[in-house]
């Protein structure tokens, strides 16, 4: 008799069996929480993968303050109804502390200030593992992670000097301070993810789906036209079909012009897209290296 998997049970299985050996090897482990499609997909993976406990550690949403309100109450929702435990890093606390600095003019944004955030809160509750959404086919720098990504004693990456990762053994071992990115995701695409989502039939936030809204238009970008977006005098709103394709700080997310009212049109729009996923996000764009350099940092 045969035994063969699909590949989404393939999948399935190896990020099961990375968020396993998580629980395992580390003391303190974090998922992190976006309210993407990506962290969701991981949450219901660390539901699977340790049901009918508990997910083992928190879930931790690094919170810009300007989030879609859709993101916010989904977030919210989920928690409840999985009981897994939320913590919350506000990057609002640390201006206020004067250790990030906002920025000004019209494209100001958060999403850089989130790496601060990110590293103050892992320091903060000791995480020596912080679980990621991250896919390598999103962009060319997560390409060059590995499932368990080692990171310093102040949160900084090197992409020249990572640890060779053989078949399935992973190595945890790290110095006092120091700690590890993990992403279990690594080998999925846009389409997998979708099709998984189909699959199992997850519940995803409304702003993945087609709805009418402000936008402007700036740069090529479609951005929602919310209290956090600094406009142009010459930039209108007009109101336009669109959904998300990804979803973060609502100062750089890009909206997609799109009719797809379900899972199914979903995945027959990616099917036919010639533009990347992340072609619509604005801080990628900032440069060349723009996300490599984040990472570096300590960024997601």
Not at 95 to 113: C, F, M, Q, T, W
Request: net charge negative; aromatic share 10%.
């Amino acid at each position: 008799m045969s035994y063969k998997l699909t590949h989404l049970k393939e999948l399935e299985a190896e990020s099961i069996f990375i968020l396993r050996e998580v629980a395992a090897q580390f003391e303190r482990p974090v998922l992190l929480f976006s309210g993407g499609k990506d962290s969701i997909v991981m949450t219901h993976l660390a539901y699977k993968a340790f049901y009918p406990a508990a997910i083992p550690f928190p879930l931790l949403h690094i919170d810009t303050g300007h989030n879609f309100p859709e993101t916010i109450e989904y977030r919210d929702n989920l928690v409840k109804k999985i009981g897994a435990t939320l913590l919350v890093g506000l990057v609002q606390d640390d201006i206020d502390a004067g250790r990030s600095v906002e920025e000004k003019g019209y494209n100001a944004s958060r999403n850089k200030l989130q790496t601060v955030t990110l590293l103050n809160a892992l320091e903060k509750h000791k995480f020596d593992a912080a679980l990621g959404g991250a896919r390598r086919d999103e962009e060319k720098a997560r390409a060059k992670e590995r499932f368990f990504s080692h990171r310093d004693e102040f949160g900084q990456w090197d992409p020249k000097n990572q640890r060779p990762e053989l078949w399935n053994i992973f190595n945890g071992k790290k110095h006092l301070g120091e700690h590890f990115r993990v992403f279990p995701l690594s080998n999925w695409t846009e389409m997998d993810i979708w099709q998984y989502i189909l699959q199992e039939n997850i519940e995803m936030p409304s702003l993945y789906y087609t709805h009418e809204r402000e936008v402007i238009e700036r740069d090529g970008i479609l951005l929602a036209n919310l209290p956090f977006v600094n406009k142009r005098p010459d930039e209108i709103p007009v109101v336009k079909r669109v959904r998300c394709r990804t979803i973060g700080d609502v100062t750089c997310t890009g909206l997609t012009l799109s009719e797809a009212n379900s899972l199914e049109e979903i995945i027959d729009e990616i099917a036919s897209s010639r533009i990347t996923e992340r072609g619509g996000r604005s801080d990628d764009k900032r440069s060349e290296a723009a996300m490599e350099d984040r990472k570096k940092e300590g960024y997601f």
